[in-house]
């Protein structure tokens, strides 16, 4: 199995997952132009998608999505909620390619299966994914406030993990926005700080993990730097070596990130 981000901000989200044969994004948060440019730089192309699994409505999320399944004929999946929620945004969706998923429900697409898991963020009902093929285990989780037993549990079998390191907490408080958008990304329907991030990992690391791409890093109140040096001081904590025992990267914002391969 393989996975790359094809960008990762609030100015844009896209995740590319692949078995041998069958071809998945998650999320299409921008343009058809931009999907296909990054796609290619992958030496990927957008007709070899199978679907599309939605996180939630936000537009960073979901800005391409109604024309991108309009122009590849392409399935989406995503919550009842988050369907209510992004269906005006959207424009008109086949209803063949309308598919409903629920949290926990085991869903198949060639040799891909997956299940969404509930996440904490101020969206309608937003997920997470973990994804299976018979050689691995992926799992995507950005957009949230927190993470719960339950979450970590879901995520302590992948060998491939996009896990969300949105901001650097003084940083964040120290900076630019407003307090009540402060006071929202701090909050436990919000985004994850860095140092959530790192104590998440390096707990949920059992020898295991191959590989973990930190994503969804905001571009005002974090830097890559910041995120990888607060998510390897945890994992040195515990003893953990990164860059030998877990390979360890940032997610750049607008551009595709190295994939992240289980064999
Ligand atoms: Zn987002
Ligand atoms: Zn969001």
Known sequence: MRI????????????????????VLIDAGLSVRKLK????????????????????????????LGALSRKYNLPVYA??????????????????????????EKIEIGELAFEAFSTS???????????????????????????????????????????????DREMLIQGPYPWSLKKRILSDRGHLANDTAGDVLARLWGGRQQGVLLAHLSQENNTPQKALKTVEEHFQALGIKPGEEAWLEVAPASSPSAWLEKK
């Not at 909620?81 to 629920?102: D, F, K, V, Y």
Request: glycine content about 8%; hydrophobic content about 40%; proline content about 2%.
């Open 121 to 167: 963020h101020d969206a309608g009902d937003p997920v997470g994914y973990v994804f299976h093929t018979r050689e691995a285990t992926a799992g995507v989780m950005t957009d949230t406030g927190y993470v719960s037993r339950g979450m970590a549990r879901k995520l302590m079998e992948c060998e491939l993990l996009v896990f969300e390191a949105n901001h």
């Open 79 to 104: 919550t009842e909620s988050t369907w209510a929620a992004m269906e005006a945004q959207l424009g008109p969706i086949a209803e063949h390619n309308r598919c409903m998923l629920a949290p926990e």
């Open 37 to 64: 440019e990054a796609a290619a730089q992958l030496e990927r192309c957008l007709e070899q998608l199978a679907a599309v699994v939605v996180t939630h409505e936000h537009r960073d999320h979901t800005c391409g």
């Open 4 to 23: 790359a981000t094809l960008a990762s901000s609030s100015s844009g989200n896209a995740i590319w997952v692949e078995g041998e044969e069958t071809a």
